[in-house]
């Protein structure tokens, strides 16, 4: 069975720092490229970051580029977003998904970042 299970979401101030994690089993994390997605409160998905399966090429939206990183640790089969300098727009919740053939084929039931004062 496959699994994606997100964790470090939290309420912080803004300017503060989270980070997040995804533990991944049922499938071979190593020979999958990954990528975040997150969902404000009201809106649809937006895709944040991409990180290639063997954690070489990165990619991020603008509104994340300099604040965001995303990393994966192959050995331990998880996925991470260090997210930086947090503003109340990041607020939403976040999603771990493996791209497949240009689509996102398994998503986590994700976890909720707070940004407020």
């Known amino acids: 069975e496959v699994q994606l299970v997100e964790s470090g979401g939290g309420t912080v101030q803004p300017g503060g720092s989270l980070r997040l994690s995804c533990a991944a089993s049922?499938?071979?994390?190593?020979?999958?490229?990954m990528s975040w997605v997150r969902q404000a409160p009201g809106k649809g998905p937006e895709w944040i970051s991409f990180?290639?399966?063997?954690?070489?090429?990165?990619s991020y939206v603008d509104s994340v580029k300099g604040r965001f990183t995303i990393s994966r640790d192959n050995a331990k089969n998880t996925l991470y977003l260090q997210m930086n300098s947090l503003k109340p727009e990041d607020t939403a919740l976040y999603y771990c998904?493996?791209?497949?053939?240009?689509?996102?084929?398994?998503w986590g039931k994700g976890t909720l970042v707070t940004v407020s004062s």
């Open positions: 990180i290639d399966r063997g954690g070489g090429p990165t």
């Open positions: 049922g499938f071979t994390f190593s020979s999958s490229d």
């Open positions: 998904t493996r791209e497949w053939y240009g689509g996102l084929d398994y």
